[in-house]
């Protein structure tokens, strides 16, 4: 099985590691975090602590001893284990002259995101990423990239079968040990009914009604569910944008699986085929284009909007001073719409693009373009 290279992910925590102290890169598990630190610390050297080994644990026994004679980058890996040393990262990043630069690695946001920015205030940068990127494969892999997802052993996978069957263990595992060593207290099957659940709405506005109606539980429960699955970086919740418009805007989350080979997974769509023709085959689309569209955008903030009269836009990007707007079709030669005009003039857009699968760029009008899938890298 051959490694991709990275290359942009790989410079962007290059040039972290060169401007702060100590940068977090977080992501799901099995993303690749662990490859790509690898990339600059071997996992055989002093330098180089992964939680998950006994032997590291060991050494970790006295943090500061271990850890404040050490020069270079330092890797710890899955820092969400061991939170308190968060604040032995503080005392050691303040040093001057600096001997040392750290690259923690965790697959948990929330509470590990709120205990760093609590410790390492003004000292750490933080980089998230997913699987691999359509950047990342080639466009000439585009339609095995969207069927097994970006997680690297899924679409490494010799075949379809061995696709499939290592997400169903990833699926399993995850549920069953990451979850619990996080600390929290959800039973196994009764996430995973949640969680193959979302996958059916994925694409949607969530209403915490049905899911809750469904399931037999609360609304507070379908929301803690959610964000617990949200902070391990499995969904991902689209926040609503309101303007001050005369209009009754939508004011619910829009829901995606983030990897959409496990979405696929959770659907039973086994081929391209399968996924071709599913029901919810331009709800996985949209979910895959929103990804990666954030991952080449990197905007300071994604929302969606929508009005109770229709009007909608799949993704309201802000960069710096700039209003960004995206839609996604999955047609052949989309055109402009109503929805499109409204959203262009209400949200003061600075520019609107429509993603589609085609191969060719086009105008439908001032600032708005349609862009094939393969050229996202052009918002920019």
């Not at 975090?33 to 939680?51: E, H």
């Not at 980058?73 to 600096?98: G, H, S």
């Not at 939508?250 to 696929?264: E, M, T």
Request: proline share 5%; charged share 25%; net charge positive.
């Amino acid at each position: 099985m051959s490694m991709i290279e990275r290359k942009t992910t790989k410079s962007a925590i290059r040039r972290a590691l060169i401007r702060s102290r100590v940068v977090l890169l977080l992501g799901p598990r099995q993303c690749g975090k662990t490859t790509l630190a690898r990339q600059f610390v071997q996992p055989d050297s002093l330098n180089y602590f992964d939680l998950e080994d006994p032997a590291s644990l060991a050494r970790l026994n006295e943090p500061m001893t271990a850890l404040q004679h050490l020069r270079g980058i330092v890797v710890i890996d899955e820092i969400q284990r061991r939170p308190e040393l968060f604040q032995v990262l503080r005392v050691l990043a303040d040093r001057k002259p600096l001997p040392a630069r750290f690259l923690i690695l965790g697959s948990a946001s929330g509470a590990l995101l709120r205990q760093s920015s609590e410790s390492l205030a003004g000292r750490q940068e933080t980089i998230c990423i997913g699987g691999l990127t359509l950047s990342d494969v080639g466009i000439n892999r585009h339609e095995r990239h969207w069927l097994r997802g970006g997680l690297p052993l899924s679409f490494l996978a010799k075949n379809e079968s061995d696709s499939l069957a290592w997400r169903k263990n990833f699926i399993q595992t995850f549920l069953e040990r990451d979850i619990p060593q996080l600390g929290i207290g959800i039973a196994a099957p009764a996430l995973l009914r949640f969680w193959s659940m979302l996958a059916h709405y994925s694409g949607q506005i969530l209403n915490a009604a049905e899911p809750a109606r469904s399931l037999g539980i609360s609304e507070t429960s379908v929301r803690r569910y959610l964000d617990v699955l949200e902070s391990v970086f499995v969904v991902r919740q689209l926040k609503p944008w309101h303007e001050n418009l005369k209009k009754r805007q939508v004011k619910s989350p829009k829901i995606y699986l983030r990897d959409s080979g496990l979405l696929h997974q959770m659907l039973g769509v086994r081929t391209m085929s399968d996924l071709l023709l599913n029901p919810k085959c331009g709800a996985s689309w949209e979910g895959y284009i929103v990804e990666e569209a954030l991952a080449v955008a990197e905007p300071d903030e994604a929302f969606f909007w929508a009005t109770h009269s229709g009007a909608e836009l799949d993704m309201l990007l802000l960069k710096g001073s700039k209003r960004l707007g995206i839609e996604i079709k999955r047609a052949d030669a989309p055109g402009l719409t109503p929805s499109i005009r409204t959203a262009m003039n209400d949200l003061g857009l600075h520019k609107l693009f429509v993603i589609y699968p085609g191969s060719k760029r086009y105008s439908l009008g001032r600032n708005i373009e349609v862009l094939p899938a393969a050229g996202l890298s052009d918002m920019l």
